[in-house]
C-alpha cells in the first residue's frame, strides 16, 4: 500500500493470473489456453496489417462486427467488441450494476468478478453451488439483482441447461443477466438466440479459446441495441480504440477460418473424453465438462500436493487454495501428446505415494 493510493484500492486483492513462467519450458496447461496455433491466414493478416500502425484503428470496429454478423447471424448493432472479454465484463459491471442494482453470481466461478466489483464497489452476493458443484437456478430469481453466470462455469466446466438460463432472465426484465460463454464452444448451449426475445440478456464470449488467440486479446458481446449503446458509452468513456488494428485484423482472418477453428474444439473435445477415461481409470473423480479443461480430484492427494508434484515433472495446471475447491485441480486440455505426458506423471506420481 503507498500513501498515494485513493480509496478506491482499500481492501482490493487483484486477480492472480494463472502462471506464464519464463525460466523453464513447461507442458502449461494452466490458463486454458489452445494447444493448436492460429491459422496461417491469421498471421499473415496481422503482419499485413503492421504495416498502418502509425494509423488509430477504427473506434466502432466496423468490419469486424460485420464479419461477426457474418459467421453469427447477429446485426452489427447487437455487437461490442473488446479487449479481451474481460473488458466486456468489466463495461457490463459499469453500465448496469450498483448499489441498487447489486451482483449475484456463483461462489466457484471466475475469479475476476469479485474482483471488478470490488474495484467499482459494486456490494455482491456469492451464491453457493450445489454440493454437486451445479449452479441451483431457483437461487438467481430474486428481483433487481444484477445476475452474471458462466456458461459453462468454470473452473468446474459444468454447463447450466439453456432453459434454466432462460428462466432467470425472464424472471425480471428490469434487470440485466450476463451469460459468460468463454468456453461454449466445447460443448456448451449458447443463449445467443434468446437475445432476440429479452432485451436485458447479455451474452459475452472470446476469441481466446476456441479460437487460438489468448494472446491477442478479443471478446465481445451480444445483446439487445439498448445493453450495447450503454457499453458503447462506458467504452468510449475508456478506451474508444479499444481494439488494436492488428488484432481486429487477426479476428476478421480468424472468423473466416471458422470451420477450422470448430473442428478444433472437436479436436479438444475428444481428448478431453479421452483424458477424463484415463484419470477416472486412475481413480480420479472428474467433474463433467462442457469446456477446454476437466476439474478433478482425488481421494488421498490434497490439491496443492498435486498441482506441485506435477510443476516439479514439468506440467503446470491451476489449483485454487480456496474453500470447498482446495482437493481439486482444474486441468486444461492439450494436445493429445501433453494429456498423454499428463497421464504419465499422474501415474509416477500415485506409484511414487504407494
Ligand atoms: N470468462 C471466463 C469464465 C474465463 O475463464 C476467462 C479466462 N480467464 C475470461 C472470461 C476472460 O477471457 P479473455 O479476457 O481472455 O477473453
Not at 454440493?131 to 453466470?149: A, H, S
Not at 458509452?233 to 488494428?245: A, D, F, G, I, L
Request: charged letters at 30%.
Amino acid at each position: 500500500m503507498s500513501v498515494y493510493q485513493s480509496s478506491r484500492l482499500d481492501g482490493l486483492t487483484p486477480y492472480t493470473p494463472g502462471e506464464q513462467p519464463r525460466d523453464r519450458r513447461f507442458i502449461k496447461l494452466n490458463t486454458n489456453e489452445s494447444p493448436f496455433p492460429p491459422a496461417k491466414r491469421v498471421t499473415e493478416a496481422v503482419k499485413a496489417e503492421s504495416e498502418a500502425l502509425m494509423l488509430y484503428s477504427d473506434p466502432d470496429s466496423t468490419d469486424l462486427r460485420r464479419a461477426m454478423r457474418d459467421v453469427f447471424h447477429v446485426p452489427e448493432e447487437r455487437i461490442i467488441m473488446t479487449n479481451g472479454s474481460d473488458e466486456v465484463l468489466y463495461f457490463a459491471f459499469s453500465a448496469f450494476a450498483d448499489e441498487k442494482r447489486p451482483l449475484i453470481f456463483p461462489d466457484i466461478t471466475y475469479g475476476f468478478y469479485p474482483v471488478f466489483a470490488d474495484l467499482i464497489h459494486i456490494p455482491y452476493e456469492e451464491i453457493p453451488l450445489r454440493e454437486d458443484f451445479t449452479v441451483d437456478p431457483d437461487r438467481y430469481l430474486e428481483k433487481g439483482k444484477t445476475v452474471v453466470i458462466a456458461n459453462p462455469n468454470a473452473p468446474t466446466g459444468i454447463s447450466l441447461p439453456l432453459a434454466q438460463i432462460e428462466r432467470i432472465v425472464k424472471t425480471d426484465p428490469d434487470r440485466v443477466v450476463i451469460v459468460d460463454e468463454a468456453y461454449v464452444d466445447f460443448g456448451g448451449e449458447s443463449a445467443l438466440p434468446l437475445i432476440e426475445r429479452y432485451e436485458n440478456l447479455l451474452v459475452v464470449g472470446t476469441f481466446s479459446k476456441s479460437r487460438s488467440m489468448a494472446g491477442a486479446r478479443l471478446g465481445f458481446g451480444f445483446g439487445s441495441e439498448k445493453l450495447i449503446g450503454d457499453l458503447n458509452t462506458v467504452r468510449n468513456s475508456v478506451n474508444p480504440y479499444n481494439v488494436n488494428r492488428l488484432t481486429s485484423a487477426a479476428g476478421i482472418a480468424a472468423l473466416a477460418e471458422n470451420d477450422h477453428y470448430m473442428a478444433n474444439c472437436r479436436k479438444i473435445m475428444e481428448i478431453r473424453e479421452w483424458t477424463r477415461g484415463e484419470l477416472e481409470t486412475l481413480g480420479f473423480e472428474v467433474l463433467p465438462s462442457c469446456a477446454n479443461f476437466l476439474f478433478v480430484r482425488k481421494r488421498g492427494i490434497g490439491g496443492e500436493e498435486l498441482y506441485r508434484r506435477l510443476r516439479e515433472k514439468g506440467i503446470l495446471v491451476r489449483h485454487f487454495g480456496k474453500p470447498r475447491i482446495a482437493d481439486f485441480n482444474r486441468i486444461t486440455i492439450g494436445s493429445m501428446d501433453q494429456m498423454e505426458s499428463l497421464v504419465c506423471a499422474v501415474k509416477e506420481i500415485l506409484e511414487e505415494n504407494r
